[in-house]
């Protein structure tokens, strides 16, 4: 059983640039992608609102959020320049912790806040209680 569960993402949002537009300015393939209007989870009625293109990276019992954010970080800084060109779209870090029993300590490296600041790219942070 874990004792924590925490995905890092890095998420672009656009109502005009594709997935496949967004892949092509950034010369990187997303871990996961979707488009405007397509079906979610096969559901017939519910879609997409926006374009999406990500990166994430997921780990189970790890003590702390920096040493994924870092390695996102370090799959991010050879496109730096390519992100700079991406604008009026929605650029985000998300940090989702899943919390069983010991919470993962959360450090930001002043590198990644730079990065970030530099780039427009907005932090979140979600902490989801999970029962025993």
Known sequence: MYKNEVFVRFVITSDTLTPDEITKILNKIPTKSW????PKN?????????????????SENISHTDTLLNELFLQLLPIKE??????????????VIYKKEIMPS????????SFLHHLGVTLDIDIIEVSK
């Open 82 to 95: 390519n992100i700079a060109l991406l604008k009026n779209i929605t650029k985000t870090i998300s940090i």
């Open 42 to 58: 096969n559901h017939p009625t519910l879609t997409y609102k926006y374009n999406k293109w990500e990166i994430f990276i997921k």
């Open 35 to 38: 488009k405007k209007d397509t």
């Open 106 to 113: 959360i450090t930001y490296d002043s590198k990644i806040i």
